[in-house]
């Protein structure tokens, strides 16, 4: 008798969690929410993150090229008359591959300098835009740096990973 008891209790569970399955697929609805208000999933390439010092502005990159702090090797250190600290009034960037990009704004830039990676740094001065290809494992005197007597302050507004 006990043995026919939870047949028939077995056998009701199973009929009840059938019934409230198609119950609960019965009323589902097919139209989708309305998701207009939510955001769109494209990268826009803005930085997510604000730049150490107020002169400073990271504006947007492709990620490769980040933030780094200025004791580790494998690096891109931007020196600049702005920044006066304890790492040399530098800025340092690390790239994570072989090619990136980084919108910046550093004022009075002097000097940049790369270790593992060739760069391609956009530069103006005095409203005249110039690029300056910086090969691995080199620095390249920029703006007041230059010492050519007519150095005048420049601002770094871009980065690039060449190789």
């Known amino acids: 008798m006990a043995k026919r008891m939870s047949r028939w209790l077995v056998g009701g569970a199973v009929a009840a969690a059938a019934t409230l399955g198609v119950t609960a697929i019965a009323s589902a609805d097919g139209t989708p929410a309305d998701n207009s208000a939510a955001p769109v999933a494209v990268e826009d390439f803005i930085h997510p993150g604000p730049a150490p010092y107020p002169n400073v502005k990271l504006l947007r990159g492709d990620g490769h090229i980040v933030l780094s702090d200025c004791t580790v090797d494998d690096q891109i250190s931007v ?3 702005d920044l006066p600290n304890d ?18 704004e550093v004022p009075n830039v002097f000097r940049i ?21 910086i090969a691995k494992g ?6 007041i740096g230059s ?17």
């Open 79 to 81: 020196l600049s008359w």
């Open 87 to 104: 790492k040399g009034n530098q800025i340092c960037f690390r790239a994570t591959g072989t090619t990136g990009y980084l919108a910046v």
């Open 113 to 133: 300098r790369t270790d593992d990676y060739s760069v391609n740094a956009k530069l103006t001065s005095e409203g005249v835009s110039q690029s300056v290809d």
């Open 138 to 143: 080199t620095a390249v005197p920029v703006g």
């Open 147 to 163: 010492g050519s007597g007519n150095g005048k302050p420049t601002t770094l507004l871009e980065l690039r990973v060449t190789g």
